[in-house]
């Protein structure tokens, strides 16, 4: 398998499964700061250009390889073809992990990533903007503390991809405005998860793939992250 990838909270969703299941893969960097993501070859996997893709040459339901971007899809995908992480078919322990999975994905990370936006990288402070997603988080942190104070792990007693989904959005809550210790359910958690072997490792490979890039975000990305309409796309 091939992780096309960039060390951002939804590259190391998949890195961390990989890594938890013990599946060989290589990883793939795609430098977002530089514009790696338009360019052709990897347009031709997604059309969205944006990380993760998985591409699995060896997947045992189709001939031809699979190739899927978005990395919720992808962690239901890997947890069906190895049977790890998600509760089995037609049990409501996996729609409670696949709810928890769709809810960071339709709201926790949407709404961090625009609070990381407006605090830190938007040109112009935008008080009210700047609050809402503020807001935001803290009504999002409390949902987890909250599911977190009834259940050892965010979908229940056991570790699944919900858990993998939501930590490398946690990861930055200093960014985000947010201190631990007003959610102590969410501290235990994080630090239980922070402490995985898997987790470790998915960190220690894209702290490589950086390299002496530095920050993803810069003066000189920032056009390249945010100032995009789809033109790449459009027909000339």
Partial sequence: MKLYTW??????????????????YEAI?????QGDQFKPEFLKLTPNNKIP????????????????????????YLADKTGQFL???????????????YWQM???????????????YAPEKIPYAIDRYM????????????????????AGKDYTIADMAVYPWIVSHPKQGQSLDDYPFVKAWFAKIKERPAVK???????????????????NSASILFGQKGEHLRKK
Avoid at 106 to 120: E, K, T, W
């Fill in 106 to 120: 339709a709201g926790l990370g949407p709404m961090l990533g625009q609070n990381h936006h407006f605090s830190s």
């Fill in 29 to 33: 960097g795609v430098n977002i700061s």
């Fill in 201 to 219: 490792a998915a960190y220690e490979e894209g702290s490589a793939l950086r390299g002496k890039h530095g920050p993803t975000v810069n003066a």
């Fill in 7 to 24: 060390p951002t909270p939804n590259g190391y969703k998949v890195a961390i499964f990989l890594r938890e299941a013990g599946l060989p």
């Fill in 135 to 154: 807001n935001e988080t803290k009504r999002l942190y409390a949902v987890l503390d909250h599911q977190l104070e009834k259940s050892e792990y965010v």
């Fill in 87 to 101: 509760p089995a078919q037609g049990t409501p322990e996996r729609y409670v992990a696949l709810q928890w999975l």
């Fill in 53 to 76: 893709v998985l591409v699995d040459e060896s997947s045992e339901i189709s001939s031809a390889p699979i190739v899927l971007f978005e990395s919720g899809c992808i962690l239901e």
